[in-house]
């Protein structure tokens, strides 16, 4: 399985971490890319995702570092949102689902958005509707482009770890907020 740090630059309390993993040897990670455009004006400006063309090779077994990978693809996007006022760790998340069911729960993981603009929140407190529209939309096209992308569910009591294809990604209508282990 191989590891995908996207780090997040440029504002205060930053910078940020999301992984993504990948089931090739060699991944095209310009999805990940075209994830990040497709939502970039939801965010600050001065924000940005720096996505790069290599990373880990990680057991998913026992999630042991076994070597490194180099792709194609990678760059950096720039948030293009505007001066626009928001609060620091505040935003919503995609819900990564697969089809693998372990322990008796489904496997799914999470890529928290954070943060958005104040417009993209609406008056009920929740995320606006084009915003949650244009979320909802790059998180489906990720979720297809093709490329073999999952969730690495932890090895759990003796148990192996597994890599798991992501079958859908799904955000929901709600807010999200980000802290710190130190809050």
């Not at 995908?4 to 993504?20: A, D, E, I, K, M």
């Not at 958005?116 to 009920?124: A, E, M, N, P």
């Not at 529209?133 to 192996?160: C, D, E, M």
Request: with cysteine.
């Amino acid at each position: 399985m191989r590891r995908l740090r996207v780090t997040w630059n440029g504002l205060g309390g930053l910078p940020g971490l999301s992984t993504f993993y990948y089931g090739v040897a060699t991944p095209n990670v310009s999805d990940c890319v075209a994830f990040f455009n497709a939502i970039k004006a939801s965010f600050p400006t001065g924000l940005s995702w720096d996505i790069p063309s290599s990373g880990d090779e990680i057991d998913d077994a026992t999630g042991q570092l076994t070597g490194g990978w180099t792709g194609t693809g990678g760059g950096t996007v720039a948030a293009t949102g505007g001066a626009s006022n928001y609060a620091a760790g505040v935003g919503t998340r995609v819900r990564w689902d697969t089809l693998v069911v372990t322990g008796g729960r489904r496997v799914r993981g999470s890529t928290f958005l954070t943060p958005l603009i104040v417009g993209s929140f609406d008056g009920s407190g929740t995320i606006a509707t084009a915003t949650l529209t244009t979320l909802q939309t790059a998180a489906s096209t990720f979720a297809a482009s093709g490329v073999a992308k999952g969730i690495w569910h932890r090895p759990v009591n003796g148990a192996g770890g597994l890599y798991c294809a992501i079958n859908t990604g799904t955000v929901p209508d709600k807010v999200t907020m980000l802290r710190s282990r130190r809050d």
